[in-house]
Structures are given as structure tokens and as C-alpha cells.
T-cell receptor, first 111, second 115 residues
Framework: QKEVEQNSGPLSVPEGAIASLNCTYS??????FFWYRQYSGKSPELIMS????GDKEDGRFTAQLNKASQYVSLLIRDSQPSDSATYLC???????????FGSGTQLTVLP | DAGVIQSPRHEVTEMGQEVTLRCKPI?????LFWYRQTMMRGLELLIY????????DSGMPEDRFSAKMPNASFSTLKIQPSEPRDSAVYFC?????????????FGEGSRLTVL
């Protein structure tokens, strides 16, 4: 079992809709979680971090963490075609608490 | 700031050849990471340095891979001999402080093709 699992998708939503991306993790000791966005042919870039149970909002993005269920999600409201990218969920794990990435979910926002 | 700088951006080589990938982290960052990304396996951590010291190299596939960080501003990842299954995009990333308290800044990647 991978330490961080994502529904690999692909996921397509119409412009203006809410896109919901999900992630589960296996290391109960993980405390920090991150969502990275990667455009095709580019490098990953951090868009959200979350450390506590509950929701964290930043503009159109909301990250949700449920440590009891070992579940992390990212909601993108009012999706735009420019949001089309692969979204990588990451959590810190291992003895050195290094960042482990999920396989990513490819999101396409249709105009 | 110029960001994380990697070279070469693209490398095409033949099986058995030595490949050296280079990385200059962001000035002042004390953690450096080498990741490999493929369609099949996603983004995998190969090795993690903190203050130029290798902390975790459990992701290095085998003895053909080696990484060094001789100083705070330079790191190399070497593959010798290279094999077709090493074809991937290799990312270098750096961070200020421990990874679980900050973000990783990725370079643009080195796309390696081994024929």
C-alpha cells in the first residue's frame, strides 16, 4: 500500500463548477499535508498546506483534513480552465519526515 | 531570486553511459531533495539532504545511483551505468528548514532519455 493514495482520475468538470479532489494516507503519525499543482510539462508548485483537522480556505481553494479517517481533500470553487492541471497530494512520513506524494489527479475544466 | 536551477534540461544518452544531473538550490535553503517522476510510479523521493548531509537515501534505486552535495549551493545526481528504465524527469527541490514546516521549491526538471 502506498503511503499516500489518490484517485488518479482523470476528472472533468464544467467551468464554474466545484472540483473535488481526494486523498488518503496510511501513516497515522503524519501531521502535515500539502496540495501541489503541476501543469503539463512543468514542475509542481505548492498551492495549499494544512496541519489541523477541519477546513482551511484560501481564495477559491479549500483544503480539508480528517485525521481520524486519514483523509485529505481539496475543493476548487468556481473552477476555471486555467485550473486544468494535475493535483498532487503530499504528506510527511518516514523516519526523516520526508514528503511523500500521491500519484496525482488530472483535472480538466471544460469551458 | 532565480529559484532552483537544474541542468541539463534534457539529456539523451545510450544505455551504459554515465549521466550527471546538477542542481543549484535557492540561496539560504538548507534542505535539498532529488525526486524522479514517471507516468507509472509518479513522483518518488530519491534522496534528501539537510545542511549538505544525506539524511535519507532509501529511495535511491540501486548502486548505479549516487548523489553528492559538496556545499550548500550545489548537488549532483549521477547514474552509472544508465539503463532505459532510468528514463524519467528528475526534479531537484529545496526548502528552508524542515520539510513539514515549509514548502518545497522545485526546479524545472531534467528530462532523461536512455536509449
Amino acid at each position: 500500500q502506498k503511503e499516500v493514495e489518490q484517485n488518479s482520475g482523470p476528472l472533468s468538470v464544467p467551468e464554474g463548477a466545484i472540483a473535488s479532489l481526494n486523498c488518503t494516507y496510511s501513516d497515522r503519525g503524519s501531521q502535515s499535508f500539502f496540495w501541489y499543482r503541476q501543469y503539463s510539462g512543468k514542475s509542481p508548485e505548492l498551492i495549499m498546506s494544512i496541519y489541523s483537522n477541519g477546513d482551511k480556505e484560501d481564495g477559491r481553494f479549500t483544503a480539508q483534513l480528517n485525521k481520524a479517517s486519514q483523509y485529505v481533500s481539496l475543493l476548487i470553487r468556481d473552477s476555471q480552465p486555467s485550473d486544468s492541471a494535475t493535483y498532487l497530494c503530499a504528506g510527511e512520513s518516514g523516519s526523516a519526515r520526508q514528503l511523500t506524494f500521491g500519484s496525482g489527479t488530472q483535472l480538466t475544466v471544460l469551458p | 531570486d532565480a529559484g532552483v536551477i537544474q541542468s541539463p534540461r534534457h539529456e539523451v544518452t545510450e544505455m551504459g553511459q554515465e549521466v550527471t544531473l546538477r542542481c543549484k538550490p535557492i540561496s539560504g535553503h538548507n534542505s535539498l531533495f532529488w525526486y524522479r517522476q514517471t507516468m507509472m510510479r509518479g513522483l518518488e523521493l530519491l534522496i534528501y539532504f539537510n545542511n549538505n548531509v544525506p539524511i535519507d537515501d532509501s529511495g535511491m534505486p540501486e548502486d548505479r545511483f549516487s548523489a553528492k552535495m559538496p556545499n550548500a549551493s550545489f548537488s549532483t545526481l549521477k547514474i552509472q551505468p544508465s539503463e532505459p528504465r532510468d528514463s524519467a524527469v528528475y526534479f531537484c527541490a529545496s526548502s528552508l528548514g524542515a520539510v513539514n514546516t515549509g514548502e518545497l521549491f522545485f526546479g524545472e526538471g531534467s528530462r532523461l532519455t536512455v536509449l
